[in-house]
C-alpha cells in the first residue's frame, strides 16, 4: 500500500493498526458525546437536582457543552500527538478574503440545499422528515431553539470543534493514503456520526465541500467561518414567520443562480484532487478493521433507534 504523501509504502499490517486506532478513537468519541450528556442529565433529573429546573434544557445542554468541548479536544489531541499530526499541519498562514469567503459560502450552501433536496427525494416517501445537519450529538428540537446556550454551542462552538476533529486531525492523519481517501472516510465518518438518515447526504457533502477548503488553504480557520455561516444562517431561517417562508425559497434561489454564474465564469478556483491508486482496495481495509466496524454498526443502530422512537 502506497502512501501518496511521502512516496513510501506503508505495509498492510501497519496499516490496519492506524485504522485501529483512529476506529477506536472515533468510537468512544461518539459513546461520550452521544450517550453521556443525556445520562447525566437525566440521572439529576431523577434525583431532584435543583439545576435540572426549566424542563432540564439548560442543564442538557450545560453538560453537552462540557463534554462535548473537553471529549473532542482531549480525544483527538491525544489521537494527533500519538500519530504524529501537529497543529502547524492544518494551521498554515493563508490568505482568506472576503470575495474568497462570499464564493465558498455560496457554492458550499448551494451543494448542501442540493444534498437536502436529494436526500428529501429518496426518503420522503418512505416516511422520513426533511431534516439540516445539525451538530453531532445535539437534541434538533423547536424548544431548544430559542435557548441562548443551544444557539451559542450551535454557531460558535460546535463548527470550531467539528472542523479540529474532522477537516483538522483526521483529515490530516487520513490523508497520508491519498487525499481522495482522506475526503472520502473523513465525509463518510462525519456523515455516520450525525446518526441520522436523513442528514447522512447533506453531512457527506458539507464535509467533502470543507475538506476540499482544507486541502486548498491548509488550514481549517477558512471552513470554521462558512460552518459558522451556514449554522447561523440555519438557526435565522427558525426565526423567519411563516407567512414570510417564500423569502427562504426565493433566497435559495437567488444561491443558485449565483453559484451557476461563478461556475460558469471560472471565477470560482477549483480544487483538483489527484487520482489515487488502490482506492478502493484501502477504502475496504480500512471499513472492515474491527473498531471502525463496529462504530459504523452503532451509528446506524443509534440512526435507526432514533427513527423509530421520534417517528
Known amino acids: 500500500m502506497s502512501n501518496s504523501k511521502k512516496g513510501k509504502r506503508i505495509s498492510k499490517a501497519k496499516a490496519q493498526r492506524r485504522f485501529f486506532t483512529s476506529g477506536l478513537l472515533f468510537l ?3 459513546l461520550i458525546v452521544t450517550y453521556f450528556p443525556p445520562l447525566v442529565s437525566r440521572y439529576l433529573q431523577v434525583i431532584g437536582s435543583p439545576l435540572s429546573g426549566n424542563d432540564g434544557k439548560p442543564l442538557i445542554l450545560g453538560v453537552f457543552y462540557l463534554v462535548y468541548v473537553l471529549s473532542a479536544l482531549i480525544l483527538f489531541s491525544i489521537y494527533a500527538k500519538a500519530n504524529g499530526v501537529k497543529r502547524k499541519d492544518f494551521m498554515r498562514p493563508c490568505h482568506f478574503g472576503f470575495l ?3 464564493k465558498d459560502a455560496i457554492l458550499i450552501i448551494s451543494l448542501l440545499f442540493v444534498g437536502i433536496f436529494l436526500s ?16 453531532i450529538g445535539m437534541v434538533q428540537a423547536d424548544s431548544y431553539l430559542r435557548e441562548p446556550l443551544f444557539m451559542f454551542l ?17 483529515l490530516r492523519d487520513l490523508g ?7 475526503i472520502l472516510t473523513v465525509s463518510l465518518l ?3 456520526a450525525h446518526t441520522s438518515v436523513t442528514e447522512f447526504i447533506p453531512a457527506f457533502i458539507l464535509s467533502g465541500c470543507l475538506c476540499l477548503m482544507t486541502l486548498r488553504y491548509h488550514n481549517i480557520l477558512p471552513g470554521v467561518i462558512v460552518h459558522i455561516t451556514i449554522n447561523a444562517l440555519f438557526l435565522g431561517s427558525t426565526f423567519v414567520p411563516e407567512r414570510y417562508s417564500w423569502t427562504i425559497v426565493a433566497t435559495i434561489g437567488l444561491l443558485y443562480a449565483i453559484s451557476v454564474y461563478l461556475l460558469l465564469s471560472r471565477k470560482f478556483q477549483r480544487i483538483y484532487v489527484s487520482r489515487q491508486r488502490n482506492l478502493w ?3 475496504r481495509l480500512f471499513l472492515t478493521t474491527p473498531s471502525v466496524l463496529l462504530t459504523v454498526i452503532l451509528m446506524l443502530v443509534q440512526s435507526a433507534f432514533a427513527y423509530f422512537l421520534y417517528r
Open 28 to 30: 468512544i468519541y461518539i
Open 100 to 102: 474568497d469567503y462570499l
Open 120 to 135: 428529501s427525494m429518496v426518503l420522503n416517501p418512505l416516511g422520513f422528515n426533511d431534516a439540516f445537519v445539525a451538530p
Open 154 to 170: 450551535f454557531i460558535g462552538v460546535t463548527p470550531l470543534i467539528e472542523e479540529f476533529a474532522f477537516r483538522g486531525v483526521l
Open 176 to 182: 497520508r493514503y491519498g487525499n481522495r481517501f482522506g
Open 190 to 192: 462525519y456523515a455516520f
Open 281 to 283: 482496495y484501502t477504502l
